[in-house]
T-cell receptor
């Protein structure tokens, strides 16, 4: 299997549930990202992990918690979400150069997880 | 092959004046273009985007212009403020890929 995979592809959860989104990259990259894409809004960067650093978007609520156990796997743990968190959650990976995660020019995206919070 | 290029690594502007950040691209398949701002030791912050079918998008002090025939986009900040001092990245989105430029360091002097 190649590229960036995400599971599940669709998820419906209640506001009191706890769930996790999974991302796996098979490209040998060393940086991974979580993005949120809401209806009528562009991509919003949520978290970045690389070998050198972890970067967070300070506007992301604490009910979203990332985990990156190794360079190939990335999780997004969800708890007590709100209906406005319903969106498409995209994972991406890239090869970060020695200058850091932003010293790279191409990120490869997974297909996304369509999350609906009831 | 650098598909998104920001040819100016730095830009210095006086407070109150206009800041113009430029970005060129080579990939005609981009559907969206986005601008991000990044302060040192912080994550990037999304600023503004533009669809490839538009030529202008405005949000407060920020306006992005897209010239598809020239494969060029620019971000205008008016009026510039010292708090705008940061690194600005443009990015093209298309085909499941987000491609960033190298960034331009903007310094707004009081």
């Amino acid at each position: 299997e190649t590229g960036v995979t995400q599971t599940p592809r669709h998820l419906v959860m209640g506001m009191t549930n706890k769930k996790s989104l999974k991302c796996e990259q098979h490209l040998g990259h060393n940086a991974m990202y979580w993005y949120k894409q809401s209806a009528k809004k562009p991509l919003e960067l949520m978290f970045v992990y690389s070998l050198e650093e972890r970067v967070e978007n300070n506007s992301v609520p604490s009910r979203f918690s990332p985990e990156c156990p190794n360079s190939s796997h990335l999780f997004l743990h969800l708890h007590t979400l709100q209906p406005e968190d319903s969106a498409l959650y995209l994972c991406a990976s890239s090869q970060a150069a020695s200058g850091g995660v932003w010293a790279t020019d191409t990120q490869y995206f997974g297909p996304g997880t369509r999350l609906t919070v009831l | 092959d650098q598909q998104v290029k920001q040819n100016s690594p730095s830009l210095s502007v006086q407070e109150g004046r206009i800041s113009i950040l430029n970005c060129d691209y080579t990939n005609s398949m981009f559907d969206y273009f986005l601008w991000y701002k990044k302060y040192p030791a912080e994550g990037p912050t999304f600023l503004i985007s533009i669809s490839s079918i538009k030529d202008k998008n405005e949000d407060g002090r920020f306006t992005v212009f897209l010239n598809k025939s020239a494969k060029h986009l620019s971000l205008h900040i008016v009026p510039s403020q010292p708090g705008d001092s940061a690194v600005y990245f443009c990015a093209g989105l298309g085909g499941g890929r987000l491609t960033f430029g190298e960034g331009t360091q903007l310094t707004v002097n009081p």
